[in-house]
Each structure stands twice: as C-alpha cells, then as structure tokens.
C-alpha cells in the first residue's frame, strides 16, 4: 500500500454533522409532508439546488426556482402544502447546519500538517450571493485556515461524490489516489471513492473514524481530552510593526473578530502561545502573539532603560496604533502578564479586558524599594543574580539546548529529575549551577520544538531579554509616581498549582484591586501553563472570552464549535 500523503473530508457528515439531507426530512416532518418529498425533489439531476450545487445558478436565483419546483411537485402529487410556505425556513435550516464545525476535525486537520500531510474538505455549496451576512464568509476563512483546500462544487463544476471532484482534489494536492483518504458519513460516497482508487473511512461515529484513521497515517487521532493542535511557524501570518528607527515588533497573527494580544515571558518566543492561537481563532478572534521586545523577530537596542515598564507600554500602545487596534484584549504570562496587567492600570482606556497566566497584580508598594522585597522573597533570588549585565549572559548562553532543557519542564518532570532552583541562586553562582550537564528533555516540548527556541537566541543572546529584570528601581518609581484606581474591565487570573516561583497564594487579595475578576485554576501545572495543560489553558481562556463578549455583544461566534 501507498505511503498516505493526503487526507480527504466530506464537508457534510464530517466537518460537520448533519446533511442536506436530514435538514430536509426534517423539515418535512415538521410541516407534515410525505415522506422524501423535498429530499427527492432537491436530488434530481436538474433541480434548482443540484444546479446551484455545480454553479450553474446562484443561491438568489435558486432560491424562487426551487420555490416555484415545490409548488408544480405538489401540484402534480395532491400535496397540499402549508398557507405559509417557504423554502426561507429551508434555507435558514441548511445556513444553521453549516456553523455546527467539529472541532475535533479541526484539530486533526491541524495534527495531520503538522507531520506534513496534505488535507481538503470536499463540499457541495452553493454561491452564496444573497447579501444577508457574512455566515458564509466565516465558515469559508476558518476552513481555509485549517484545511490545505477547500474544493467546493459551486465553483469546481462537480458534486461529492462524483469522481471528477475526487480527480480536482487529488490534481490540487498533487498526489495520486492511493495516497488519499477519504472520511465520509455516506456510503455511497464511501463506494464512489474506493472506485476512485481512494482508501476510505465510514464515519458512523466520529471517534471511531478518527482512530481508524491514524492506521493510515501513524498521526495519533485528537480526542476532547488530548492536547489540542498546536500551529507551525510556516501556518501562520507574520508581520513587522516599526515602532520607532531601530524598535520593531514581530507579531503572528489567525483569524477574525476582536482583537487579542497574547504576550509571552522570559526566555520565551511567541511560539510559546502556539497551542492557544488556532483555538481562539476558531472560538472567532483575531489573534495576534508578539515576539515581546527584545525578542525573536522583534529588535530594539540594547540600552536597559528600553526596558522599563512605562516605555514597554508605550511601545505596546504604539503598536496598537500602527495595526489600527483601538482596543484590544490582552493575555500575558510569566512578564507578559506583568505588562498586561500594567497596561490595564495605566492605559486603561486600550484594555478591553485583561488576563494573565500565572503572574497576579501585585500592589505597589511606596514604602518598600523593590530591591528590597525580592531580598524578602528567596524564590525571587534569581532575579537579583540577573542584575548585573554580562553574568547571566555568559551561563545563559554556554549552551542554549542546555539551557532551554532546563528551563522547560513540566510538574511532572519535576517529580523525577532535579528541577531548576531560583532560591539562592546568588551564593552558588548561578542558576544553572548544581545540575547535570545532559538533561532530557520534557515531554512537554518535542525536539522541533526545542530546535525552534534555541534559533530564537543563536546569535542574539540573552542581554535585552534579561534587561526586562533590569528596571526595577525605574518601574517603582514610576509606578509609585502614577494614580491608581481599581481596575474596572473583566480581567481574568489563571493560577496553577505547582508553579515554583508565581505562587497561587501571591493571588490572593486580587479582588481588592479588580472589580470584574474571574479566576481559573490549574492544580497539576508548573510554571509553563499554556505549554503544560494547553487544553484546561484553553478552556478557560475561551470560556472567559465567549463571556466577556457575550455580556459587551462584541464578538461574531459564527461557526460554531
């Protein structure tokens, strides 16, 4: 048997789980007509919808013939139809349907080009030119972005599951038919692609076909429970905001709606978010990761004061300008989340609404220096090692694949190998000092994983990322110097129960400084929460989102998944 290049979905049936078909007995058991009059009717070879289903006509012109079709077939039968009839309700039926995405075929999609297989929906559509929103359109830009073709029959000139639309889909993917599977909830189109020459599934329940389908393609099936799918650097739109001469920020970017800026930590990249950017853009966002300044793809010069928290949020401000952002929601971890919740506090007026993983707001304090509170704290001894410029660059960047071995590990991991200390780290002489030289490496990260994180520092380094702990006498001060009221936009904070150094219990209090705070919890979670438990991150975070939204009637949650 051939190596399987390509994996081929029904649109109906599939991606999603109803059919034209069962719309249409239905429709017909509620207005008490016989049994396949509408079904029989909108099959015929020369029907409205067959012909709007090959493109010959459009949904506005299909729509008074397959009316005027209903009432000669009554005639002809003795069927009295409803004193109200219209086939709008029909329409309106079959639109629903469409919306109803699966999004655990979403994410097998995802899974599957992740190992480099090809992927298509095959669908019988009509040409949507009725004008009465943009339905279509979302359903059409989340299939595009998941799937590496979209081959409909209103513009292909061919039906599922005739064999010229399984030959166009083969000759659009390039491979031969005994590289392909096809997925399909029919049996004949199930019959019609094995006499194509295609291996084919019979999805009587999703789950089972799904695990069959790893058979023939080794790619482990996605299930409600499983990690969800995560994007590739080549998946996703990248852009470049100049900021200001020699200040640019690197941002990927997936789907439509409201706007949400997911800000990572240190030593991190935007492809610590690559987990939660296909899922809030399926959940009907636009979502933009930043490489955080300093950063990746993002440059800026290496003078600390570049650091500081008032010019971070300038910087941030000054991107949402460029990108046409007047408000945003914004979702940060580790120092991501210390800059979100600073910028809900000084820039208000930008912050839709506000989360952070793992990292709480903490007051500020006037009477205390900074300097002083982390000498209180001996988890946060790391940080007062990282101040002087040059050390921790040196045992930072020794061995980048050691280094990102050690700083990546899940709360498993930790419980069966020695973890990384950020206590007492000025004594030994240094964070990494004390562990073994060939560490494994986490399940958490996969080696194209770590490969990716260690491109991001070959040849940059450490130093502008480390002078994001550099400012800490300049934030207090400018801190200390602004008015601070409560904050007043939903927020969210996400603890997890095994994170090291941003305790749970730094959390408690928030309530006092948010007056619209929900609250997560991951208990079995160490410090690298949207890597570790992805789908309980994503969970909550979509959940949070649909809700915030839903309350502001803000967000178009078409499709549905």
Request: one cysteine or more; a negative charge; aromatic letters at 8%.
């Amino acid at each position: 048997m051939s190596e399987t290049r390509a994996v081929l979905f029904s649109f109906w049936g599939v991606v999603v789980p109803s059919s034209p078909r069962a719309v249409l007995r239905k429709l017909e058991e509620q207005q008490a007509l016989p049994d396949a009059f509408l079904s029989s009717l909108a099959s015929g070879s020369s029907s409205a919808m067959t012909r709007a289903e090959r493109g010959q006509v459009t949904l506005s012109q299909m729509v008074p013939a397959f009316h005027e079709e209903c009432l000669k077939e009554a005639e002809i039968r003795g069927v009295t139809l409803p004193s109200d009839w219209s086939i709008q309700g029909l329409l309106e039926e079959l639109k629903e349907a469409t919306t109803d995405v699966r999004s655990a075929v979403l994410q097998t999609a995802a899974a599957l080009r992740c190992k480099g297989l090809l992927t298509a929906v095959l669908a019988n559509h009509w040409l949507d030119d009725s004008a009465t929103g943009d339905g279509p359109a979302h359903l059409l830009c989340l299939l595009g972005g998941h799937f590496d073709l979209v081959l409909q029959s209103c513009r292909s000139g061919h039906r599922v599951p005739e064999p010229a639309m399984f030959s166009s889909a083969l000759q659009h993917l390039g491979v031969t038919s005994q590289q392909a599977v096809w997925l399909d909830a029919d049996e004949e189109g199930v019959r019609a692609a094995e006499a194509a020459g295609l291996a084919a599934i019979l999805v009587e329940n999703l789950s089972n076909a799904l695990d069959e389908l790893v058979r023939f393609t080794g790619v482990q099936a996605v299930t409600e429970d499983g990690p969800p799918a995560p994007c590739t650097p080549d998946g996703v739109s990248h852009g470049y905001v100049t900021i200001r001469p020699a200040v640019t920020t690197h941002y990927v970017e997936m789907g439509s709606g409201p706007p949400v800026l997911l800000c990572h930590g240190f030593p991190e990249s935007w492809y610590s978010w690559r987990y939660q950017i296909p899922a809030l853009a399926a959940a009907g966002f636009r979502v933009l990761a930043l490489d955080m300044k300093g950063y990746g793809g993002s440059t800026a010069p290496p003078d600390i004061q570049e650091y500081s928290l008032e010019q971070l949020c300038r910087d941030l401000v000054t991107f949402m300008d460029k990108m046409s952002i007047p408000q945003a929601t914004l979702v940060g971890h580790d120092w991501g989340g210390f800059l979100v919740w600073t910028m809900a506090q000084f820039h208000p007026e930008r912050v839709r609404a506000v989360a952070s993983l793992n990292t709480p707001l903490f007051p500020v304090d006037t009477s205390l220096p900074p300097g002083e509170r982390l000498k209180a704290l001996p988890i946060f001894d790391y940080q007062l090692y990282f101040q002087k410029p040059g050390v921790a660059e040196a045992e930072l960047e020794k061995d980048l694949e050691r280094t990102f071995k050690i700083f990546f590990i899940s709360s498993e991991d930790s419980r069966n190998r020695p973890a990384l200390s950020t206590a007492g780290v000025c004594a030994r002489g240094g964070l990494l000092v004390g562990l073994p030289e060939d560490v494994p490496l986490s399940a958490m990260l996969t080696p194209h994983d770590l490969d990716f994180y260690v491109s991001q520092y070959q040849g940059r380094g450490f130093r502008r990322q480390l002078n994001w702990y550099r400012n800490g006498e300049e934030n207090w001060r400018w801190m200390c110097s602004r008015p601070r009221g409560k904050l007043l936009m939903p927020a969210l904070m996400v603890t997890a129960g095994k994170d090291p150094v941003l305790l749970p219990a730094f959390s408690k209090g928030m309530e006092d400084l948010v007056q619209n705070l929900s609250r997560g919890h991951i208990e079995e979670c160490g410090h690298w929460t949207q890597m570790e438990k992805p789908a309980e991150t994503n969970r909550i975070l979509i959940s949070w989102l649909q809700e915030t939204f839903k309350k502001g009637g803000g967000v178009n949650m078409v499709p549905k998944l």
